[in-house]
């Protein structure tokens, strides 16, 4: 069992930055394909970006290419998304997930663990 704590959201205004993490306090994060979703109200569950386990693959929905960038520090136990040029249509709960295998994958419903979620919220 894989439990996943994510932190630094908060609220911002349209152009800044904010770096969210995802912590697996319990377990190591090593061979998990890690991965970022995100939900607004009234929204479907969107995928936002995805990481193999050596960070030798990584992959972008397209409405944060070039803005966002997800990383991890393995020996932390820790993943990240760095959000730059924040806008508005950002605003949403971030979740981290993690799945077994490196096949990556865009589905929320290839991930077996999932953490609360982070609330970002960028101001215009």
């Known amino acids: 069992q894989v439990q996943l704590v994510e932190s630094g959201g908060g609220l911002v205004q349209a152009g800044e930055s904010l770096r969210v993490s995802c912590a697996a306090p319990r377990g190591a994060l090593s061979f998990y394909l890690m991965a970022w979703f995100r939900q607004a109200p009234g929204k479907e569950r969107e995928f936002v970006a995805a990481i193999t386990w050596t960070g030798s693959n990584i992959d972008y929905s397209d409405s944060v290419k070039g803005r966002f960038t997800i990383s991890r520090d393995n020996a932390k136990n820790t993943l990240y998304l760095q959000m730059n040029s924040l806008k508005p249509e950002d605003s949403a709960v971030y979740y981290c997930?993690?799945?077994?295998?490196?096949?990556?994958?865009?589905?929320?419903?290839?991930?077996?663990?999932w953490g609360q979620g982070t609330q970002v919220t960028v101001s215009s």
């Open positions: 997930a993690a799945k077994s295998g490196q096949y990556m994958s865009r589905n929320g419903n290839d991930y077996q663990y």
